[in-house]
Each structure stands twice: as structure tokens, then as C-alpha cells.
């Protein structure tokens, strides 16, 4: 039970510090500027939702992609070690989003000054993919749930569920949520989100280097 309990704090926390939904709350708000409160509640519902399946297929499906494409788990495990580690680093210096949800900040404050926005099309991009489900959440979930037993997985599917609703009430909340929090507040989380996903990217390549070495690291 100890094992089981240390690994969905691993999870729970991995996907937290990946997903950042305090970081991508004004992302939201500015996407959503121009709608109703109903269309925004929808927007986050249907974002939030999509993200949970695209990580779940992969924590399901991550070993038969690859054994589809031919990859074996300890190559995956160095990559996406490497991955996370890079945006880790990227939220320690003090940037907000990762490199890959930087593009997807510029799109939400250009579609803030669009009168004119499409709730469904903003659900899926770039809310779903990248910010929500990114290549970063997706390395997180293939490494934690591949090769493992089905109790492993369930525990994925859950920790990846309980992301995706705590952001889900942070999107419909974010106003009054950003106005308690403040800037510095905000700052400071980012930055020990990426400390945490450092060391989640750390670990995930020493066990993708063990696997792929093991001699070298008996």
C-alpha cells in the first residue's frame, strides 16, 4: 500500500507541475475574454476533458505505440526525461508556460482582442493541445504508467482526472482565483513547479539510462 501511495504522490505531483493550472488560468481568461459565462464554463468543461483523453489513451496505449513504431520504454524514458527536465528549467527561470505553451500565450492575446471566437475550436487549440495535454503531460503520463501493472495504470488515469478538475474549477474561478493570489504568488508556485518537474525529469532519465544500461547501473 506504501508503494502504491508514494507512487500516486509521484503522479499527482508530476502532473500538477506539468499542467501548472494556476500558470494557465490568464491563458484561459484571455481566450475566453469575449464569451458568456455559460460558453466559458463549456470552453473549460470541454478543454479539460479532451486533455484527460488524450492522456489517458497514451497511459493506456503508451506500450503498444511502442511496439507499433518499434521504441522501447528506457529510449522513451531518457527522452522524455530530457523533455521535462528543459521545461522544468524554463519555469525556474521564471517563465510562466513552457516552451511549447509560449506559442499558445501569444495565439490567447491575439484571440483576446477577437470579438469574434469559436468556443468549440478553443477547447482543442490551444487549450487541449498544447497547454493542457502537451508533449511534456503525455511524456509524464507513458513514462508513469508503461511497462507497469494495471493498478499503476488506474492510479495514472486518476492522477491525470484530479489534474484535469482541479483545472477545470481553476478556469471557472480564475478571475477571483488570480485576484487573491497575485503576481508574486503566482511566480513563486511556477517556479517550484519547475523545481519538481527537474527532478521528475532527472528521475526519469536515470531510469531510462538503467534500463537501457543496466550494467552500468547495478
Known amino acids: 500500500m506504501s508503494d502504491y501511495l508514494s507512487f500516486a504522490s509521484t503522479v499527482?505531483?508530476?502532473?500538477?507541475?506539468?499542467?501548472?493550472?494556476l500558470a494557465n488560468t490568464p491563458i484561459f481568461l484571455g481566450l475566453t475574454s469575449g464569451l458568456s459565462l455559460a460558453d466559458r464554463k463549456r470552453t473549460a468543461a470541454k478543454s479539460t476533458v479532451l486533455a484527460f483523453v488524450i492522456i489517458g489513451v497514451f497511459c493506456?496505449?503508451?506500450?503498444?505505440?511502442?511496439?507499433?513504431?518499434?521504441?522501447?520504454?528506457?529510449?522513451?524514458?531518457t527522452t522524455g526525461g530530457i523533455l521535462v527536465f528543459l521545461v522544468g528549467k524554463?519555469?525556474?527561470?521564471?517563465?510562466?508556460?513552457?516552451?511549447?505553451?509560449?506559442?499558445?500565450?501569444?495565439?490567447?492575446?491575439?484571440?483576446?482582442?477577437?470579438?469574434?471566437?469559436?468556443?468549440?475550436?478553443?477547447?482543442?487549440?490551444?487549450?487541449?493541445?498544447p497547454i493542457l495535454a502537451g508533449p511534456g503531460t503525455i511524456a509524464c503520463g507513458i513514462?508513469?504508467?508503461?511497462?507497469?501493472?494495471?493498478?499503476?495504470?488506474?492510479?495514472?488515469?486518476?492522477?491525470?482526472?484530479?489534474l484535469c478538475a482541479v483545472t477545470y474549477f481553476s478556469f471557472i474561478g480564475g478571475e477571483?482565483?488570480?485576484a487573491r493570489l497575485g503576481p508574486h504568488t503566482l511566480d513563486v508556485?511556477?517556479?517550484?513547479?519547475?523545481?519538481?518537474?527537474?527532478?521528475?525529469?532527472?528521475?526519469?532519465?536515470f531510469e531510462g539510462l538503467s534500463g537501457a544500461f543496466p550494467h552500468l547501473f547495478r
Open 12 to 21: 499527482v505531483g508530476g502532473f500538477f507541475a506539468i499542467m501548472n493550472p
Open 60 to 77: 493506456v496505449a503508451g506500450h503498444f505505440l511502442f511496439q507499433l513504431f518499434g521504441i522501447g520504454l528506457p529510449s522513451f524514458r
Open 90 to 129: 524554463h519555469l525556474l527561470e521564471g517563465q510562466h508556460t513552457s516552451p511549447v505553451q509560449t506559442s499558445a500565450r501569444a495565439k490567447a492575446q491575439a484571440a483576446s482582442s477577437t470579438p469574434a471566437q469559436d468556443p468549440s475550436g478553443l477547447a482543442v487549440s490551444p487549450l487541449a493541445i
Open 143 to 162: 513514462s508513469f504508467s508503461s511497462g507497469r501493472s494495471p493498478v499503476y495504470v488506474a492510479i495514472c488515469l486518476g492522477g491525470a482526472a484530479l
Open 176 to 178: 477571483k482565483l488570480m
Open 189 to 205: 508556485v511556477s517556479r517550484l513547479m519547475g523545481l519538481i518537474l527537474a527532478v521528475i525529469g532527472v528521475q526519469m532519465l
